[in-house]
């Protein structure tokens, strides 16, 4: 079975002793991912890093059992990573947590398309099954 272009993965990035696991969709913005979350504890380039690292995938999309404690925290006991969002208008899938309790988003529409950003969970987000039935909004209602 071959992988889709701009389809999730799990992947795994090393170096030594250490790892980093991303959702995001190829190795290489993996291993972008794991160098910004590390480039303030290294001095080292981008192009080192590479030669240093290695990645392998994990095979599918991996919900972690610190992001279901993050999402029960959170109010959003539903939510998995690969799960489908709309923040504002556009839309996205989460691929993790981070350290002040929100999601991690990849955008696959919009300014942002490609990009993974820092969401607040109930600020202007929808969630969607897997049928892409909206399950929890967290939308303004227009007045």
Not at 86 to 97: A, C, L, Q, R
Request: hydrophobic share 35%; with cysteine; charged share 25%.
């Amino acid at each position: 079975m071959s992988k889709k272009i701009g389809e999730l993965k799990t992947y795994r990035v090393r170096w030594d002793d250490m790892s980093w696991e991303f959702t995001t969709t190829s190795p290489g913005k993996a291993r972008y991912m794991a160098y910004i979350d590390s480039c303030d504890c290294f001095e080292i380039t981008f192009k080192k890093f590479i030669e240093l690292t290695r990645v392998n995938s994990t095979g599918g999309i991996i919900t972690s059992e610190a992001f279901k404690k993050n999402a029960e925290y959170r109010g959003i006991p539903f939510a998995y990573c690969g799960m489908v969002v709309k923040v504002g208008d556009d839309m996205g899938n989460i691929v993790g947590h981070n350290d002040s309790a929100n999601l991690d988003v990849l955008f696959s529409s919009g300014k942002y398309k490609g990009i993974v950003l820092n969401c607040h969970p109930h600020s202007e987000m929808e969630y969607f099954d897997a049928k892409g039935e909206l399950i929890k909004s967290f939308k303004k209602q227009a007045a």
